[in-house]
T-cell receptor, first 116, second 117 residues
């Protein structure tokens, strides 16, 4: 596609349920990032995928959070047993990767998660 | 660890006046610095970046930013603000001297710019 696509754009769920958020990056982009945007908190790094390398999971806030990237393209962020503090906008971004690019990220419009 | 500070939650400026949005950073090596803008209900868009070379970099929509190594700052500027510039602005840093975990961008908390008539 022309840009980074995220789905769903809005998700309302009940506390304790699992949710999956999907990101489809720009074709040919080898790097994929997940960030979380909470009101007044800026952008919080969650996880980074680069090609076939092991992902950088250093930003995942707890073991309830996981992400995978299949075939080097589409990524799914899964939050298990959601809590109210998980409510935020989850942003996905992709880039050409650091080898041939100095870091411009292309962001999707985000998935707004509300946990009741 | 790399970090970014945006000391102002909000900046108000009259249309036609110059604007400055402040950013300071902390990295162990030479930084790569970025500004992104987020319009209401939209994703973040890249504005400009400093990698190396001239300390004054120009970007989209008439914005520019000046890299100041001694002050560890990368303030965003525009000579004449427009109402349409009203948005949330994020500064970001990457430390390219770090391998592996240094590949991520670290963002500031954002500054809301409000340009009024």
């Amino acid at each position: 596609g022309a840009g980074v696509s995220q789905s769903p754009s809005n998700k309302v769920t009940e506390k304790g349920k699992d949710v999956e958020l999907r990101c489809d990056p720009i074709s040919g982009h080898t790097a994929l990032y997940w960030y979380r945007q909470s009101l007044g908190q800026g952008l919080e790094f969650l996880i980074y995928f680069q090609g076939n390398s092991a992902p950088d999971k250093s930003g995942l806030p707890s073991d309830r959070f996981s992400a995978e990237r299949t075939g080097g393209s589409v990524s799914t962020l899964t939050i298990q047993r959601t809590q109210q503090e998980d409510s935020a906008v989850y942003l996905c971004a992709s880039s050409l990767g650091w080898g041939g690019n100095t870091g411009e990220l292309f962001f999707g419009e985000g998935s707004r998660l509300t946990v009741l | 660890a790399q970090s970014v500070a945006q000391p102002e939650d909000q900046v108000n400026v009259a249309e036609g006046n110059p604007l400055t949005v402040k950013c300071t950073y902390s990295v162990s090596g030479n930084p790569y610095l970025f500004w992104y803008v987020q319009y209401p209900n939209r994703g973040l868009q890249f504005l400009l970046k400093y990698i190396t070379g001239d300390n004054l970099v120009k970007g989209s929509y008439g914005f520019e930013a000046e890299f100041n190594k001694s002050q560890t700052s990368f303030h965003l500027k525009k000579p004449s603000a427009l109402v349409s510039d009203s948005a949330l602005y994020f500064c970001a840093v990457r430390d390219p001297s770090r391998t592996g975990g240094g590949n991520k961008l670290t963002f500031g908390t954002g500054t809301q710019l409000k340009v009024e008539l």
